[in-house]
């Protein structure tokens, strides 16, 4: 952390971590993973740093894994402590390709669920969300925001536009006042799209009058586009592309995870 500290970049650093352990009698995750007390420790190990940043992944957040607020008050403040900027929290996936036997039997889902995306928490969000303010620490629904957070910058997807859902992702959650200010200053609305539109035609290969714009920054584009170009569009120009068909990329590079082959 320290060679890394010298280099002089911005550096956010992840650490995801349920605290599943002090909670659940049978263990949840897979493989080597930290417990909450070597979280702890990472979080201390750069506490002093100057270009690190260390934000808490929450995931997921569940009944079972967030007991009681008073639990939440006292594990929330020991983030703090710990030199953790902020904590994201997300929800508990469900769909396709994830085994809900799996989940019942640690006890994260009480009974089969016909939910295709996150299963969220309410009360319990309830009960971290009152916790973080009583704390005086950050718990965002985005990872977008705590990286706005971490680099002193406007949160850049619009999470915190009524047009792309703030009442949700951004209203509720306990984020510091000058950090909202740097965010409202960010508006939406561009006095021209005529260039943005013009990149996307020349990545997309396509003419500009094809284009149908609609509001809120969304533009439908005809035919196919791959997943990297509609997250790239997002993060440049924050506009939403609406193509016909979306063509599905790996997101992993390189050998990491495929048995040696060398797709």
Not at 3 to 29: K, M, N, P, Y
Not at 158 to 184: F, H, I, M, Y
């Amino acid at each position: 952390m320290a060679d890394l500290d010298s280099l002089g970049i911005d550096i956010v650093i992840f650490c995801s971590q349920s605290f599943h352990r002090t909670t659940l009698a049978q263990r949840t995750e897979k493989g080597p993973v930290l417990s909450p007390a070597e979280t702890f420790s990472a979080g201390e190990s750069c506490r002093d740093s100057k270009n690190i940043t260390m934000v808490h992944y929450w995931r997921p957040i569940t009944r079972k894994s967030v007991p009681s607020r008073n639990w939440a008050v006292h594990t929330i403040q020991r983030l703090k402590d710990s030199g953790y900027r902020c904590s994201v929290a997300i929800g508990l996936s469900i769909g396709a390709g994830i085994a809900q036997h799996d989940l019942i039997e640690t006890g994260l889902l009480a009974a089969r669920s016909d939910t295709c995306d996150e299963m969220w928490d309410d009360e319990v969000w309830q009960d971290i969300n009152s916790a973080a303010a009583t704390v005086g620490y950050p718990v965002y629904r985005s990872t977008s925001c705590a990286i706005a957070l971490a680099t002193g910058k406007a949160e850049a997807l619009g999470v915190w536009d009524s047009r792309r859902g703030a009442a949700k992702q951004c209203l509720p959650c306990n984020c510091p006042k000058s950090q909202r200010a740097v965010c409202q200053s960010r508006t939406l609305q561009s006095t021209s799209l005529e260039e943005p539109l013009e990149w996307i035609a020349s990545q997309l290969g396509q003419d500009v009058s094809r284009f149908e714009v609609l509001p809120g920054k969304r533009v439908r584009v005809p035919g196919e586009v791959q997943q990297s170009m509609i997250s790239l569009t997002l993060h440049k120009y924050q506009i939403e592309l609406l193509p016909e068909s979306i063509s599905a990329e790996r997101a992993w590079l390189g050998r990491f995870g495929r048995g040696g082959d060398n797709e």
